[in-house]
């Protein structure tokens, strides 16, 4: 590695760096709403089986928050380690959203450290749930910002080019780029759904392992009503992207559609293979569908990959990535929704072995349409680092010691996904929540845990 390419390794190693930052950035992001929801039910109903859920959930979510504080760091020192040329032309157009981001971390970690250290400090519990807005506003926040920095580099705005490079700056301008709007709010919806999505995954598992306490039961019904909503909002918010692809990056859209001539009424394709002269073979068709998923219109024109230089367009394997975000976001919508009627058809059980165990799938699943969707996002910019201005290429650093950097944050990522999962286990595999429940309201109706 130490011999190969500066360009390549740096890519990689972005990659690595954002592949695991993602999943932490996302809890930081879903967790706060889960939490908050759920300590809200619990006040409202002086039902303490939500209570319980919002204190263990909170003890759980300190781990993420600080490995995401490590890798967050990662990703900045990186920009400038292994991306000089982009944060010299760039850099101080996108230093206000950076900032902001940081501001709004620090924001989310003061509130938290006031939420965890309050609990029954106050006559009314009310008081202490407004201090969960915050941490839900600082987690969605820091999204919204650092999401910004990303939708600049697909649609660059708010400067001039001059001779020095790039001149007349308006930060707002770049920020509120024509891509942050749906960028932000795909973002965020697929957060607060692969959340919800993990937290019901946990509570099917523990069901399967016999532990069919009200408190499970509970849990289960909160987080898969959520993930049901959430899957409606981000189908939505799916839709308003690919609105936005088909006006300002038709090229990323058809390269993920395997759309090669511009026609009416196109076709939608799913999976598949590219036979001889990139002809797709094996796919799933659609008749229409990409003309309305772009306009709204079965009989709009789509424009086709033709219509772009070759050394333009990105890379066609990011259609799969387009296709297995797509699928599991159906997945999640559909499975949600069985386990809603079943829940409200008395004849059926929604705890059945097979329901439980298709909601014990959409927790990783869900997690692995967030890596999908944003390999998808990065790979379907390039050649660009900065579209229409800078390549990739030109934007590396030339360091010869970059495979070592590469190496050193492999380790580290390793070190911290392993701590993580071991002080995550530690704090609730010897402390199950049917047991902390009875100490902390002796009072309450035992569960049916057969």
Known sequence: MMDMDPVLVSRLLTSLTLVFHIIFATLGVGVPLMISIAEFIGIKKNDPHYSMLARRWTRGFVIPVAIGVVTGTAIGLQLSLLWPQFMQ????????????????????????????????????????WWFSLP????????????????????????????????????????????????????VLTSAYLTVAAILAAIAAFSMLRKKRTEYHKKALKLTVTLTFLFSILTAIAGDVSAKFLAEHQPEKLAAA???????????????GWLGDENTPAGVLRFPGLLSFLAYGDFQSEVTGLEEFPEEERPPLWIHYMFDFMVVIGFFLLGVSLLYILSWKIKRWNEHNKWMLWLLVASGPLAML?????????EEGRQPWILRGYMLVEDAATTSPYVGLMFLLFLGLYIVLGVLGVIVLRKLFKNNPAEEELEKKYPTIEKGDNT
């Open 369 to 377: 349409a967030i890596e999908f969707g944003w390999i998808f996002a």
């Open 135 to 186: 941490i839900v506003i600082g987690g969605a926040l820091s999204a919204v910002f650092i999401t910004s920095v990303n939708a600049f580099m697909n649609t660059p705005e708010g400067f001039t080019t001059g001779a020095g490079g790039f001149a007349a700056i308006n930060p707002i301008d770049a920020m509120f780029n024509p891509a942050m709007p749906s960028k932000v709010f795909h």
């Open 257 to 271: 559609e395997w759309h090669f001539e511009t026609e009416e009424g196109a076709d939608l394709v799913l999976f």
């Open 89 to 128: 032309v760039a850099g101080n157009v996108i230093s206000l959203p950076l900032f902001m981001e940081v501001f709004a971390f620090f924001f989310e970690a003061i509130f938290l450290g006031i939420y965890l250290y309050t609990w029954d400090r106050f006559k009314n519990p009310m008081t202490h």
